[in-house]
Every structure is written in C-alpha cells, then in structure tokens.
C-alpha cells in the first residue's frame, strides 16, 4: 500500500503562482512514476503532469494545456513530489490530485493509488 498526502492548494489570482507537494509513505519502493491529475467541477478527471520515479530516467510528461507553466519534480530523500504552476487562469481551477502508479505510463486506468486532492481555484 501507498499513501499519497497533497498539500499547497488555495485561493490565487489570476496570473500568479502556486505550489503543490505530494508526500508519499508506505510501500514507495513499488512506484516507477507519480504524477498530477485535476478534476474540473463538471468536468472529467484529466492528467496534467508525471514524472519517472527512477533516478537514472527524471523525464517528464505534461498534457499540452500547461506545458511551459507548470513544472513537475521529485525529492527522492522526501519521497515527495512537486507541482510548480504559474501564470495560471480560471481554467486551471479544479482539485488537483496526485497518483502514484508501478507501470511505465500513468493514465487515470493505470493508476494505484490517488491523494484525497487539493482544491485549486484562480479567480479572475
């Protein structure tokens, strides 16, 4: 089992920033990627961003929408993993959910285990 704890959500404006963690305890040998998802009200759970666990791979992957403003990375010692977003809008309001997977791609069918979320909301 995995446990995944996010932290850093809140209330900002448009245009500014906000940083998301992601603690991870328990059986943190078993992930090979961790990553973000968000679920907009209304609106379907998408991925946002991932991040190979390994230390010997650190690529990363995000969903066209935030390339360029948001930044995913890792502290291996913290078994932590980070969200870094700027320039936000309205539209990046949504519970932010981290996710934790053993396979090589996370997608929200290969995922093992979710966070609880964190709400995210950029008024305008």
């Known amino acids: 089992q995995v446990q995944l704890v996010e932290s850093g959500g809140g209330l900002v404006q448009a245009g500014g920033s906000l940083g998301l963690s992601c603690a991870a305890s328990?059986?943190?040998?078993?992930?090979?990627?961790m990553g973000w998802f968000r679920q907009a009200p209304g609106k379907e759970r998408e991925f946002v961003a991932a991040i190979n666990w390994s230390w010997s791979n650190p690529n990363t992957y995000y969903t066209d929408s935030v390339k360029g403003r948001f930044t995913i990375s890792r502290d291996n010692a913290l078994n932590t993993v980070y969200l870094q977003m700027n320039s936000l809008t309205p539209d990046d309001t949504a519970v932010y959910y981290c996710?934790?997977?053993?396979?090589?791609?996370?997608?929200?069918?290969?995922?093992?285990?979710w966070g609880k979320g964190t709400l995210v909301t950029v008024s305008s």
């Open positions: 328990g059986r943190t040998s078993s992930i090979n990627r």
């Open positions: 996710a934790s997977t053993r396979r090589t791609g996370l997608t929200a069918q290969t995922v093992d285990y």
